[in-house]
């Protein structure tokens, strides 16, 4: 097998020249991968729906909250309180969807709720991120500012290139293809049933 093919490193890569890859490449690659992956979809769903899904919104929230009480139950990072109050973030989008749904208030509309989860999302996302790997992965808060900006501009491409997909949809997307993955249709798949 060509080694050029070869999905790991081999001595013979390195042997050639090849520079093998360092954990703080495979730190970034890992975070930059995930981080974009969840970036897309958000980005997706605003671009195709003009909003963030409440399942998106509510795996933020869990996830921020158990970091939450696990930095204060078991001293796992973050340690500082201003950081740790990052982490409650999340909680205004769900205040705020309290508030939308269970009050007649003439000035809270969808659009305040779709507002505040987009800033609780693009906080809490990288944020949470963040933490989660320096917990699992130490170094990860010691990586250089190039690989830190790598993960921090994949996660801005994916976003971007997600609400791009999403609001162009039909170039890449059927209808068809909404509807057998049970999510609801897009105003572009209403709008050509409707004629």
Not at 110 to 124: E, G, N, P, Y
């Amino acid at each position: 097998m060509c080694s050029s093919l070869a999905l790991v490193d081999t001595p013979k890569d390195r042997a050639e020249g090849r520079a093998a890859a360092t954990p703080e490449d495979r730190a970034t690659l890992l975070v930059a991968a995930a981080s974009g992956a969840v970036a897309f979809a958000v980005g997706f769903n605003f671009g195709a729906f003009g909003e963030v899904f409440f399942n998106q919104a509510f795996t933020v929230w869990v996830i921020a909250t158990v970091v939450f009480v696990g930095s204060v139950i078991a001293d796992l990072p973050p340690h500082t309180w201003l950081r740790r109050l990052v982490l409650l973030v999340p909680w205004l989008w769900l205040l705020a969807s309290w508030v939308s749904n269970t009050f007649d208030l003439e000035y809270v509309d969808r659009r305040v709720v779709t507002i505040v989860t987009l800033i609780v999302t693009a906080l809490a996302i990288p944020y949470l991120g963040w933490v989660l790997v320096t917990v699992i992965y130490p170094d990860f808060a010691n990586l250089s500012r190039r690989h830190k900006g790598a993960v921090l501009a994949t996660i801005a491409v994916f976003l971007v290139v997600g609400v791009f997909f999403g609001a162009n949809n039909d170039a890449v997307l059927t209808c068809d293809d909404f509807k057998v993955s049970g999510n609801d249709l897009p105003d572009n798949c209403l709008t050509t049933q409707q004629h």
